[in-house]
């Protein structure tokens, strides 16, 4: 994202970065540490949702006019495989947008294996 960008705390808590937003596309990550972990020591699932959901947020906003933001409807994910170390990387795009309801998929990387592939409606509101 630009250095023009909100504030995201949240984002910053994980530790998620973005590595670009263009064209209805976003890229982002987030490198493990325990803190991101659940009991049994593989990445929460919460992690990845966040990394899809947010990565969707960015995309879709690359396509949106100056008085035009977005809200997530809903996002189904599913999870293919766990992540122990390194990091996560997400790769979103936009799959349709309308004037009022856009739809994006976003699959989830721990190295090159997918680990999650989502499925997300956002509505496209007037500011």
Do not use: W
Not at 13 to 22: E, H, I, K, N, P
Not at 56 to 75: K, Q, V
Not at 79 to 105: D, F, I, M, P, W
């Amino acid at each position: 994202m630009s250095d023009s960008s909100p504030p995201h705390p949240f984002a910053d808590t994980l530790g998620l970065s973005f590595d670009g937003s263009a064209d209805g596309q976003s890229r982002c990550r987030v490198t493990l540490r325990p803190e991101l972990m659940n009991p049994h020591g593989v990445v929460h699932g919460a992690v990845a949702y966040a990394l899809a959901d947010t990565g969707m947020g960015a995309a879709l906003y690359t396509l949106l006019g100056p008085e035009e933001s977005c809200a997530t409807i809903e996002i189904k994910i599913v999870y293919l495989a766990s992540a122990r170390e390194g990091e996560l990387v997400c790769e979103t795009k936009v799959v349709r947008k309308g004037s009022r309801v856009a739809v994006l998929e976003s699959e989830v990387f721990a190295s090159d294996r997918l680990i999650a592939k989502a499925l997300g409606t956002y509505s496209i509101l007037s500011r």
